[in-house]
Each structure stands twice: as structure tokens, then as C-alpha cells.
């Protein structure tokens, strides 16, 4: 089942804009992942927060997790159309034994040149 | 290279017909997954493999089914009890560790009913 829930579902930004992008979840977690998917294509892992963790970056990417509210932020830095992609959060519980990841339906992200 | 492949790119099935996507990796992943993608939306887990010759059935197993002969590969096969295959299929695969870590994804079958 779909626990994680991204919002907002769409998300329309100019060139060099900042994007941001929030994902919830419902169950502890032992870790939670954010990725990368452009149309028609596979999806490709941009950056592992554990939930000891609080903010996590990666070049224009940066990651926050608040395990109180159940929830997690992506923040892309400016902006630049080749970033024009779908983005999805995931979730791995920290129940042992458990090699589900848990998917977000995912935010859609358009950059307008 | 390093990498996971999924062929074919597109594929096609006819009513009551069985079709067998193809998923290898050569990362040396002892976990492997299938998940099924419709349009505007998340992916949903069909099966995935911790090991050889076993695996588990996801949320959504009904009418797929799967082997795991080798390490490195894992076909889904679309039975004709599939009756809304339409969808995009996406494999992956990762290490195998306490907890679930980072997933590899293949380039994905997008699978049409004629």
C-alpha cells in the first residue's frame, strides 16, 4: 500500500527558481529516499536520509527530515529545466526483516526556461 | 558498465496470451523487484527476491508471476489472468542489509494489450 504522500502533486517554477517538495509518511522508518524519474524513463536514487538524520545535502539538493511530524522536504536550489522530472519519496521501515520500500505517488516538477 | 537492463523497450500482448519481460543486473545485488507504474502514479510492488529460488509476492502479485533461476536475472511473467496489464514495469535491485537501502532501476517495459 501507498503510505507516503508528496506534496504538492505539481509543481510549474521559472529557471533558477527554487523548488521544494514535501513528502509524509505514516510508519517509523529506518531510513527514507527520495528519486528521480523523467518521462517514460526509470527512476534514479538522489540522496538517503536515516532517521537519525535531520538535513542531508547533495549539490543544488538539500534534504530535511522531522521523524516527529512524520515528514520530509526536497529542496532543489536553482533551478534549471533539465530538472523538469517527476520526483518520489520512499520510505524502508525499520521493522526487521522488511525489504519493502514504501512509495509516494510522486511530485511533478516542471522548469520553465 | 554496471548496470541493470530490462528489454523489451515496448511490448505488445494479445488477449489470453503469457509475455515474459526480461530483467538483468550485473551489480552483484542479491535483491531484485518488480513494480508495476500507471500513468500519474507511484509504483506499486508485484514481487521481489532476496535470494536465489525464493521470493515473495508484493501488493499487487495477481496475476504475474516470477523466477529467480540466477543471481542475475529476474523475468516477470504477464499471465492472461492480468486483466488490465497496461502499465509501465520497472525492475530494480539492491544489497542486501539490515534495512532496505538504495534501489537500481532498469529502464522499464512499457507493456500495451492490442
Known amino acids: 500500500s501507498q503510505q507516503g504522500e508528496e506534496d504538492p502533486q505539481a509543481l510549474s517554477i521559472q529557471e533558477g527558481e527554487n523548488a521544494t517538495m514535501n513528502c509524509s509518511y505514516k510508519?517509523?522508518?529506518?531510513?527514507l529516499q527520495w528519486y528521480r524519474q523523467n518521462s517514460g524513463r526509470g527512476l534514479v536514487h538522489l540522496i538517503l536520509?536515516?532517521?537519525n538524520e535531520r538535513e542531508k545535502h547533495s549539490g543544488r539538493l538539500r534534504v530535511t527530515l522531522d521523524t516527529s511530524k512524520k515528514s520530509s522536504s526536497l529542496l532543489i536550489t536553482a533551478s534549471r529545466a533539465a530538472d523538469t522530472a517527476s520526483y518520489f519519496c520512499?520510505?524502508?521501515?525499520?521493522?526487521?526483516?522488511?525489504?519493502?520500500?514504501?512509495w509516494g505517488l510522486g511530485t511533478s516538477l516542471a522548469v520553465n526556461p | 558498465d554496471g548496470g541493470i537492463t530490462q528489454s523489451p523497450k515496448y511490448l505488445f500482448r494479445k488477449e489470453g496470451q503469457n509475455v515474459t519481460l526480461s530483467c538483468e543486473q550485473n551489480?552483484?545485488?542479491?535483491?531484485m523487484y518488480w513494480y508495476r507504474q500507471d500513468p500519474g502514479q507511484g509504483l506499486r510492488l508485484i514481487y521481489y527476491?532476496?535470494?536465489?529460488?525464493?521470493?515473495q509476492k508484493g501488493d499487487i502479485a495477481e496475476g504475474y508471476s516470477v523466477s529467480r533461476e540466477k543471481k542475475e536475472s529476474f523475468p516477470l511473467t504477464v499471465t492472461s489472468a492480468q486483466k488490465n496489464p497496461t502499465a509501465f514495469y520497472l525492475c530494480?535491485?539492491?544489497?542486501?542489509?539490515?534495512?532496505?537501502?538504495?534501489?537500481?532501476f532498469g529502464p522499464g517495459t512499457r507493456l500495451l494489450v492490442l
Open positions: 551489480l552483484n545485488h542479491d535483491a
Open positions: 510508519t517509523s522508518i529506518n531510513n
Open positions: 536520509i536515516r532517521s
Open positions: 527476491s532476496q535470494i536465489v529460488n525464493d521470493f
Open positions: 520512499a520510505t524502508a521501515s525499520n521493522a526487521g526483516n522488511n525489504r519493502k520500500l514504501i
Open positions: 530494480a535491485s539492491s544489497t542486501l542489509t539490515a534495512y532496505q537501502e538504495t534501489q537500481y
